[in-house]
């Protein structure tokens, strides 16, 4: 069974982060000198106070985490994180209803960017920088995050967390140690953030733009300070800034780690996932370009800005825009809920089906008709000279057969529940995939996250977690399997 001591030790632990990042906000609230700073004040103190809680429950646990615990773990720390984090939103009424306020949350904290708000502009900065700081602390994850600050919060466990939370399906290893590993990762993460923000800095924003901006940019996120995201700018410099970090943040960070510290950049163009990555991003850059002049009548530069700033917005699942796509040809908005759904490079920040897994499908499919030819054929399915297990090739149709179903089945509730069908299959994949996009904007009928009824923001949610821990880590839990004693 579950070791329940250990999970209340660990999710004190992580209370207590999320106190520490709830009070950041309380310095931003009391520089601005705004009407949140109470809100802050009282969700911080309870959070902290449930921290003590779960502590005092776990004082007798020992660190012998199992692969049971971690999934357990992983699941309920990002729920339980949702809950404290919509205490803001609650506590200071700036979303009154408990249903959108823990909507709002869940989408920051498994950076899809949904958001019920119809006007965040007139909300308060702690409140605005709230809301990009969950994107930003969930863009790597939360208890990865806890990985490399306080390995020794889950001892000999870490493997099993970082398994549960990490995404794509390899696990690629920068150094022996997972601690040392998670650290390098966070280096890199901080710094892509730190130098996103003297970009944009440079580029015309001011502190607070460019910090929320470039937190929700580096974590491919979406969550904006304006109503009309990067477009309020109207400056082609900063949607280039901003298609180089979205970009930079969706290759796998360990082959970042390689690139940058290692000084290995022609092992970055020799991975099969990174071809692929950059392949789709040019080819379907220059073909809706290419239409936003035919039809469209855009100039050069500025089809090629749009066309490259929507499909790495997609395709990176961060879900910012810079146009107006709903006035695009329709061919468009198929090939960007389809570069939605495949993702960008797995160990990234971004959501989707991944590219490696993509790469692998293709191969699995080749090999499937050179073998109609050759029926004894022994053809191995490799990636980057790495012959890929029939296990894993096993579990990822399992994780395409799984992404596939939910998305039916999730549209399917959503068109029984009065969603048209266009907006319904849209939200399923849009959320799934953790990309958030605008539906005032981009999809359907004119219509708002807010506008859905109650229990459908609930799947909503359900959905973006699922998403964002890669499905299965959420749903073994629902097996009897898990909860039996051997």
Not at 232 to 261: K, R
Request: glycine share 8%.
């Amino acid at each position: 069974m579950v070791n329940f001591p250990l999970v209340y030790k660990i999710i004190g632990s992580l209370l207590f982060l999320l106190g520490f990042m709830l009070a950041i906000c309380i310095g931003v609230s009391a520089y601005y000198k705004e009407d949140d700073l109470l809100s802050f004040l009282i969700a911080t103190i309870l959070t902290i106070s449930a921290g003590f809680i779960f502590k005092y429950l776990g004082r007798n646990a020992n660190n012998n985490l199992s692969r049971r615990d971690s999934y357990f773990l992983v699941t309920s720390a990002w729920i339980i994180f949702s809950i404290f984090g919509m205490l803001p939103f609650l506590v200071g009424g700036f979303i009154p209803n408990v249903t959108d306020a823990f909507f709002e949350t869940m989408s920051g904290f498994t950076t899809t960017g949904a958001t019920i708000l119809s006007n965040v502009e007139s909300l308060p900065h702690g409140i605005l920088y709230w809301r990009t700081q969950t994107q930003w602390i969930g863009g790597l994850g939360i208890v990865f995050f806890t990985i490399a600050i306080l390995p020794s919060m889950v001892g000999s466990g870490s493997v099993k967390v970082f398994s549960a939370e990490a995404t794509g399906p390899m696990r690629s290893k920068m150094h022996p140690r997972l601690s040392t590993m998670a650290k390098w990762i966070w280096t890199i993460y901080l710094g892509l953030t730190i130098a996103c923000i003297l970009s944009f800095y440079l580029c015309g924003m001011d502190w607070f733009d460019s910090i929320n901006y470039a937190m929700t940019t580096t974590a491919t996120g979406g969550f904006s300070t304006h109503n009309d995201s990067t477009a309020h700018f109207d400056s082609p410099l900063i949607d280039y800034v901003c298609i180089l970090y979205q970009f930079l943040a969706g290759i796998n960070f360990a082959m970042l780690y390689m690139a940058i510290f290692k000084l290995k950049v022609v092992a970055l163009f020799k991975s099969s996932e990174f071809k692929l990555y950059i392949f789709l991003i040019t080819i379907t850059t220059l073909f809706i370009g290419y239409l936003l002049m035919l039809r469209n009548g855009y100039g050069l530069e500025h089809a090629f800005r749009s066309a490259l700033f929507q499909v790495v917005s997609f395709m990176t699942t961060t879900g910012l825009f810079n146009d107006d796509v709903s006035r695009w040809p329709h061919i468009t908005w198929v090939i960007l809920g389809c570069l939605m759904f495949i993702g960008a490079c797995s160990g990234s920040t971004t959501g989707g089906f991944k590219c490696i897994r993509g790469v692998m499908i293709f191969k699995v499919l080749r090999n499937e008709f050179r073998k109609i030819l050759h029926p004894n054929a022994v053809l191995p399915v490799k990636i980057n000279g790495q012959a890929i297990s029939q296990q894993r090739l096993s579990t990822l149709l399992a994780f395409f057969a799984i992404f596939s179903i939910m998305v039916l089945i999730s549209a399917t509730i959503m068109v029984v529940s009065g969603i048209d069908h266009t907006n319904a299959i849209a939200i399923a994949l849009s959320l799934i995939s953790n990309v958030g996009l605008s539906l005032e904007y981009e999809v359907g009928p004119s219509m708002s996250w807010s506008e859905m009824p109650e229990y459908i923001k609930w799947i909503c949610s359900f959905l973006m977690l699922v998403g964002r821990l890669e499905i299965m880590s959420v749903l073994v839990l629902f097996t009897r399997a898990f909860w039996k004693e051997n």
